[in-house]
Structure formats: structure tokens, C-alpha cells
């Protein structure tokens, strides 16, 4: 026999032998999503459900709370609801582009 096929048996480990080769799974626990339980979950279901003004007012009921973590989980939420400052601005410069455009061609009528 050869050196390769002698050492080909050590080399070899069980497979019943690593926990990754059985059969049974081991199940992890599910994370838990920190949206559906704690005092922002009903501000984070109106979110889901489209409820901006809904999520908002939670959220601005719970930054008065004497828990801090609430309230800095709260303010957060609350920044995320703000309007985007591009889109804004966006907004802002078309409805120029808009007025710009009537006043020329109102105004240079002949």
C-alpha cells in the first residue's frame, strides 16, 4: 500500500461524528423583531398598515415617556416620518419651473 491510501482512513472522520452531518437539525430561535412587541408596536403596525399621521401621533406620545430608551426609539421614528429634503426640494423647483413657464407664455402673447 501506498503512503496516500494509509493515511486516507485517518484522515477521515466520522460523519455521525460532526453535529453538522446529522440528520436532526438543530433549530436557532426566532429572532424577535423589536417592532412587534414594546411600547413603539402600535406605532410600527400603523407604519405597516400606511398610517403615517396615526404612527407619528404614537410616536410623538411615547418621546414624552420617563423611559429614555422609549424616547430615543420614538424620536427616531419620528425622524424617519419627516419628508425627504430632496424630494422637497424637488417639489419646490418644479412648481418654479411651472410658474416660470405661465409667466412666459402669458406674458409674451402677441
Known amino acids: ?12 472522520e466520522n460523519p ?3 453535529p453538522e452531518d446529522s440528520l ?4 436557532k430561535p426566532a429572532a424577535v423583531d423589536p417592532r ?7 406605532a410600527w403596525a400603523a407604519l405597516e398598515r400606511g398610517d403615517h ?14 423611559d429614555e430608551t422609549v424616547r430615543n426609539d ?9 419628508p425627504d ?7 419646490a423647483g418644479t412648481g418654479l ?4 413657464l405661465a409667466w412666459q407664455y402669458l406674458g409674451h402673447r402677441h
Open 16 to 18: 455521525a461524528e460532526k
Open 36 to 42: 412587534t412587541v414594546g411600547p413603539l408596536a402600535p
Open 97 to 100: 419651473l411651472i410658474l416660470l
Open 24 to 27: 436532526v437539525e438543530t433549530v
Open 53 to 66: 399621521v396615526e404612527a407619528a401621533k404614537l410616536a410623538r406620545e411615547l418621546t414624552k415617556s420617563e
Open 1 to 12: 500500500m501506498s503512503d496516500e491510501q494509509q493515511s486516507a482512513p485517518e484522515d477521515r
Open 74 to 82: 420614538a424620536t427616531a421614528l419620528l425622524e424617519r416620518l419627516k
Open 85 to 91: 429634503p430632496v424630494i422637497l426640494m424637488v417639489f
